[in-house]
């Protein structure tokens, strides 16, 4: 009898499971890159070489102090692109996030330092403000079926005029520079062995988020990850998550408004990946009828798709002001609409529904901002940053079309 044979069967099962766990793993995603679920591998690759390209034309922007800068640069434009992901999971869209962040803004400014509310009432009032507006919008689509681009293109207008009329003739309102809301977007930073404690705690969760959906896989007799590939995937993130905390170090740190963000970042994931309703907004994405006919509350899921993002539009709309100190009229101006859109859809979001994830919205600012920290660095034009962006985000639709073809013949196959 050979050894393989004699050995105990749980143990056999064990070895035979880790031997092939990361080679399962890395043919599990070469089979979706072929099927065309590309993933974040284009978007990756994408960063890797929009970063190359700017580090060699000027040695400064892969230092620590750019870094740490464009960071924090990326965190409110960041949060409005998380709840863009939102809505274009349902196939949906809201042009408005700039006008509903400009407004947030001004009504923080405009409660907290001309009617002296406590700050922590300002920011309640505002972003409150935000979900009202989404499930306005939530009603409007599902009572009378407006387009969501009519409606949120219409909110754009209006919101925008409210926003200068809450503003009035002054036109601009100074935040405090001392104020604790100043301070956390530009001043506050965690701690050293804060950072690298956060680092440790983010690749354990990893290990066990998917430690416990492996087993709950298994239990119901599906394929799941072997153990070996989930601690050599932790130990990889720790690594790489210790090494970014060292070098952003070297300078201030890692900003707690960047850290906020992340942490957006990671409960949407959760909600996304591991929820009822997770599940139901990808259903809703990939065929709403089908969705209906399983017994989802399409209409509850719009809604809610609506709420978060125009609040998150709110709640970035507060840290850019909290980022300038100050709320003006041009506040949620300009590119914000568009690069929190573009963030989204460049971070693997399809524009055609169902597909995404809410690491995409970080990815995706990391590289709008990549671009424009870059451009800035080399002293060229403003016009020359939105042809790049412009370029990146329509090469990024084609890669989502091209891929989404390649699903439709490989599932027909």
């Known amino acids: 009898m050979s050894a393989?044979?004699?050995?105990?069967?749980?143990?056999?099962?064990?070895?035979?499971?880790?031997?092939?766990?990361?080679?399962?793993?890395?043919?599990?995603?070469?089979?979706?890159?072929?099927?065309?679920?590309?993933?974040?591998?284009?978007?990756?690759?994408g960063l890797v070489v929009i970063w190359t390209v700017l580090q060699v034309l000027n040695p400064i922007f892969l230092s620590s102090a750019n870094l740490v800068n464009l960071t924090l640069e990326s965190a409110a434009v960041g949060v409005i692109a998380l709840g863009i992901v939102c809505v274009l999971l349902v196939g949906q869209i809201d042009l408005s996030v700039g006008s509903v962040s400009g407004l947030s803004g001004a009504v923080l400014a405009v409660l907290f330092v001309g009617e002296g509310l406590p700050v922590w009432l300002a920011i309640l009032a505002s972003?409150?403000?935000?979900?009202?507006?989404?499930?306005?919008?939530?009603?409007?689509?599902?009572r009378f079926g407006v387009p969501s681009f009519v409606i949120t293109l219409a909110g754009l207008l209006a919101f925008l005029g409210l926003q200068l009329y809450?503003?009035?003739?002054?036109?601009?309102?100074?935040?405090?520079?001392?104020?604790?809301?100043?301070?956390?977007?530009q001043l506050d930073f965690v701690p050293s062995w804060l950072s690298f404690a956060f680092a440790v705690i983010a690749?354990?969760?990893?290990?066990?988020?998917?430690?416990?959906?492996?087993?709950?896989?298994?239990?119901?007799?599906?394929?799941?990850?072997?153990?070996?590939?989930?601690?050599?995937?932790?130990?990889?993130?720790?690594?790489?998550?210790?090494?970014?905390v060292w070098y952003l170090g070297q300078t201030r740190g890692v900003g707690w408004m960047f850290v906020?963000?992340?942490?957006?970042?990671?409960?949407?994931?959760?909600?996304?990946?591991?929820?009822k309703w997770g599940r139901s907004v990808y259903a809703v994405g990939g065929n709403v009828e089908a969705a209906r006919r399983?017994?989802?509350?399409?209409?509850?899921?719009?809604?809610?798709?609506?709420?978060l993002c125009s609040t998150f539009a709110a709640v970035g709309g507060?840290?850019?002001?909290?980022?300038?100190?100050?709320?003006?009229?041009?506040?949620?101006?300009?590119?914000?609409?568009?690069?929190?859109?573009a963030a989204a859809v460049i971070g693997g979001t399809s524009l055609f529904g169902g597909r995404g994830t809410a690491f995409g919205a970080l990815l995706g600012v990391i590289v709008i901002q990549s671009i424009s920290s870059g451009l800035t660095l080399l002293n060229l034009d403003s016009s020359i940053r939105f042809v790049v962006t412009g370029a990146v985000l329509l090469l990024a639709v084609i890669v989502d079309s091209v891929s989404r073809r390649s699903r439709t013949s490989h599932g027909r196959a």
């Open 127 to 142: 972003v409150l403000m935000g979900a009202v507006v989404g499930w306005l919008y939530g009603q409007l689509f599902n």
């Open 203 to 244: 690749a354990g969760w990893w290990f066990v988020s998917g430690y416990l959906h492996a087993e709950e896989r298994r239990r119901a007799g599906l394929s799941a990850r072997g153990t070996l590939t989930l601690v050599v995937r932790s130990v990889v993130l720790l690594a790489v998550l210790a090494f970014v």
């Open 294 to 307: 399983a017994g989802i509350n399409v209409r509850a899921v719009y809604t809610s798709v609506f709420v």
């Open 166 to 185: 809450v503003l009035g003739s002054k036109g601009s309102i100074n935040l405090p520079f001392d104020s604790g809301l100043v301070n956390f977007a």
């Open 260 to 275: 906020f963000f992340v942490a957006l970042v990671l409960i949407m994931h959760y909600l996304l990946s591991r929820t």
């Open 318 to 341: 507060i840290l850019a002001a909290a980022r300038l100190a100050a709320a003006n009229q041009s506040s949620g101006g300009g590119d914000v609409n568009l690069n929190a859109i």
């Open 4 to 45: 393989v044979t004699s050995e105990p069967a749980d143990r056999q099962d064990e070895r035979l499971q880790h031997r092939g766990g990361l080679r399962g793993a890395l043919a599990d995603v070469v089979a979706r890159a072929r099927g065309g679920d590309l993933g974040v591998i284009p978007v990756v690759v």
